[in-house]
């Protein structure tokens, strides 16, 4: 993952059940993830309270923007139905560089 590369946090945890939504989150989760236009890499982890953690990569920041349309993105996203009232926590961050707004300096 480069420095300037955009990417998704997504934090999720569960009430109940932690052993089937850790392998749904890894085993289908990911893999519909993964299949969305502009996607460079897929990462997973887990905290010992059970957050499950996915870091979605894009190739560049127009790639990032043009996969929330997608349809593979919103099959992506319409996953998460079944889990919604099964959500202890559940959080999704973008991160991206920002280019700082060019300033002029005057000297009279």
Same mark, same amino acid.
């Given at each position: ?10 934090r999720?945890?569960v ?6 939504? #850790?392998?749904?989150f890894?085993s289908?989760h990911?893999?519909?993830v ?17 957050t499950m ?13 043009? #996969?929330?349309?997608?349809?593979e993105?919103?099959?992506a ?13 559940? #959080? ?8 700082p707004?060019?300033?002029?300096? #005057?000297?009279?």
């Open positions: 993952m480069r420095g300037e590369q955009p990417f998704i946090l997504l999720a945890r009430k109940d059940d932690r052993a089937t939504f #850790s392998a749904w890894r289908q990911l893999r519909e993964a299949k969305i236009p502009g996607i460079a890499s897929v990462h997973w982890g887990e905290t010992r309270e059970g953690l996915g870091v979605y990569c894009f190739e560049d920041a127009r790639a990032m923007q043009g #996969s929330f349309g997608s349809a993105a919103a099959y996203r319409g996953m998460w139905a079944s889990w919604s009232d099964k959500l202890d926590e559940f #959080s999704v961050e973008m991160h991206f560089a920002l280019t707004p060019t300033m002029t300096l #005057s000297v009279n």
